[in-house]
């Protein structure tokens, strides 16, 4: 039997599309298209926490302020009050639906669950299960939303458009499913929560991560994207250049883990007062620094001198993970290196996750709602998630009258015979772009190489549309194009910021601008 046409469309299945599908499914059906890649992405592998004022001995402008340091100046304030004042219920929200957070083994505790502390923040105020609380978030949501009768879960589509009608609102998705053969969501209101875009870099991590392309299909449409060019890099990655990616949390600093450098010295000192607690530009940056200086390829993550029943309480999930690469972190120090993590640009929207294409929404790290300005502060960004999410449901709770518009027909590309080194070649030029991307549009970058990527990027994208869209590899042709288009506009974002300001340095332009503006852009921007 052919399931029945959502009236709400979300698609992408972390903790924002989860905590959506949950919050609306009481008044509108709704139909969430999470593909199996989405256990491997950016929810599921957060680890440090969720950012909130919890304890009493913590105040909403106290994180409100902190955020806006870590921002730059280009924070939307009102947008950073709404998530901060909106904090607290969320995570009750959480506590409520059932997600085991770590409690305070202390009697004396002022609030019942852990709190820790990260960069950028003057208190303690991460809550977290653990050290695998996106885990523990994702497995308690999925769980209620396999229960509800009102949500239908896709797991065999890939989307790779957008629907819309001639009165220019987005209504579903076009869709292929696992041997190719199309399919078209039509939907009342749509709703991307598909990530963000650290996949156009060769080292993340995550194993999985989306590479932008939610952002993409919104500019197809018309929808204009928002300060593309400040790519987050985690600053502590465990280095393996023959293993999976694998991020160390911050919540690892925030308990007294120090940075050393080949030497031994204590690097992080010299720079920032916050030491290993600065935001997380400043600590990337200066260990790129080290990095270049040095001759082992990475820096020092010491834990050696904590308490070693602290570090299994804490670490559990780090302490085993880094055994089964051959590292005892209680005995040694972990090699780290920073990779790409967070896309503080995205889809800009309301603080009901509204974009500027009627009838389509965005949640999560696919939005840019303002809130992380030029720098995303710690765990900040499953708070995000949870506020917007269910903004969002408040803003789509009620059913709505359902268009009675025709179609705009699509003009994707049919399937052909393609030929058999199609997926290499697609492949091939995956690994470039995401080569060119480290090289140039990474931690510190400068004008000439700005001005490579731009070539080589337009470059690989003419070589894509030379490339026939065979069957078996129509869903990876289409994504990559989008992946392109996306790289593309990241590089002008950042050809255009004469400035450095938060995640985004240029040698060329040392300085930060007199007067911080956001950078707006729409897919008209490309030749």
Known sequence: MTPPQPDVLIIGGGVAGLTLALEIADSRPVTLVR??????????WAQGGIAAVLSPDDDLDAHINDTLIAGDGLCDPQAVRFTVENGPAAIQWLIDTGVAFTPDPDPKARYPYHLTREGGHGARRIIHADDATGRAVVDTLLHKVAQHPQITQRSDLAVIGLLRDVAGQ??????????????TLVADDTVLATGGA??????????APASGEGMLMAAELGATLMNLEFQQFHPTCLYDPEGQAFLISEAVRGEGGRLLNEHGHRFMLDIDPRGELAPR?????????????????????????????AIRHHFPTILAHCASRGIDIIQQPIPVVPAAHYSCGGIATDLQGASNVPRLYAIGEAACTGLHGANRMASNSLLEC????RSCAQALRAPRSR??????????????????????????IRRHMRQTMSQYVAIVRNDQGLDTAAAQLKALQQRLGEIASGTENRVALQQLGQALQLARLTVACA???????GLHYNLDWPDIA???AASLITLDALD
Do not use: M
Request: aromatic content about 4%; proline content about 6%.
């Open 386 to 389: 949870l506020v917007f999410a």
């Open 495 to 501: 050809r255009k910021r004469h400035e450095s300001r």
């Open 35 to 44: 593909p199996a890649q989405d256990d491997q992405g950016a929810s599921r």
């Open 198 to 207: 650290s996949g156009l870099y060769l080292h993340t991590t995550t194993p």
């Open 403 to 428: 268009p009675n518009v025709a179609l705009v027909p699509l003009a994707l590309p049919q399937a052909t015979n393609g030929n058999d080194d199609d997926g290499e070649e697609i492949a091939r």
């Open 514 to 516: 007199e007067r911080a």
């Open 170 to 183: 987005c209504r579903g998705a076009y869709c292929l499913d696992d041997a190719a053969q199309p399919h």
């Open 281 to 309: 530009d400043i600590v990337a940056r200066a260990i790129d620094a080290e990095i270049q200086h040095g001759t082992q390829g990475h820096v020092w993550l010491d834990i050696r001198h904590l308490d070693e029943t």
